[in-house]
């Protein structure tokens, strides 16, 4: 791995809305807080992007009071000074791989829309990972992975074991006829080995070597953990 710099790169989607549905969404706020307070709180800094740069919409289904109400998310989300972060991302093209020990892609439906048609995104990804840093992603965040294609000409979740938001999951947040694809369905057909917690919702993290998966809004802070461990191990 190349020499620590403690800093970590989050991606955040611009898309605001689903195409086939009035659903609004965007990034699901506690999948970036969650990570955020952990990795802050061991040393880490971080900055954000997104696809497009600029202001990031919010999934209003993660400002709900029983989603502000849990681990910092209500807290940050009172934060003015962290909160402007998302006014003035910086666009994934602007991103410098030498900068960073690893990506973190979070997820909300909107980066479904947006994530795997960033060509900078893809390449982006493929880079950090052919540098031998840590790449991860948590929920919809593995949309990210679809079209990532290493230098051998593979895709880069091909032979990977890998979790992302399933499709039961999907089915009991209504949101099955309003997606664009089954990001389980994709995964696997893309060769990767796919699998999920026990229980639809539960935290459940899956580490394949410098690639670090989470299921669901839970696990955002367990890919933390995890994305921590490697990167300070000795």
């Not at 899956?206 to 890919?223: C, H």
Request: net charge negative; with cysteine.
């Amino acid at each position: 791995m190349p020499a620590a710099k403690n800093k970590i790169l989050i991606i955040v989607t611009n898309a605001d809305e689903y195409q086939k549905a009035g659903l609004r969404t965007g990034l699901w706020l506690g999948e970036l807080t969650h990570f955020w307070d952990y990795a802050e709180e061991h040393g880490f800094a971080m900055d954000i992007a997104s696809p497009s740069g600029g202001k990031i919409p919010l999934d209003p289904e993660s400002l709900t009071r029983q989603m502000l109400d849990d681990e910092g998310t209500g807290k940050r989300y009172l934060d003015r000074d962290f909160m402007d972060l998302l006014n003035v991302t910086r666009q994934v093209s602007e991103a410098t791989v030498d900068d960073y020990d690893a990506i973190y892609l979070t997820g909300g439906h909107g980066v479904m829309f947006d994530f795997p048609q960033s060509k900078d995104l893809e390449s982006l990804i493929a880079r950090f990972y052919e540098t031998g840093r840590v790449v991860s992603t948590v929920c919809h965040g593995a949309a990210g992975l679809l079209n990532v294609t290493l230098s051998n000409g593979e895709p880069l979740v091909k032979g990977m074991r890998v979790t992302g938001f399933s499709w039961l999951e999907e089915v009991l947040a209504d949101r099955a006829d309003a997606v664009p694809y089954n990001v389980q369905e994709e995964l696997k057909k893309l060769g990767a080995d796919y699998s999920t917690a026990a229980q639809p919702f539960a935290s459940y993290v899956v580490e394949d070597g410098r690639l670090i998966t989470g299921q669901n809004p839970s696990s955002a802070r367990a890919v933390a953990e995890a994305v921590v461990k490697q990167l300070t191990a000795t």
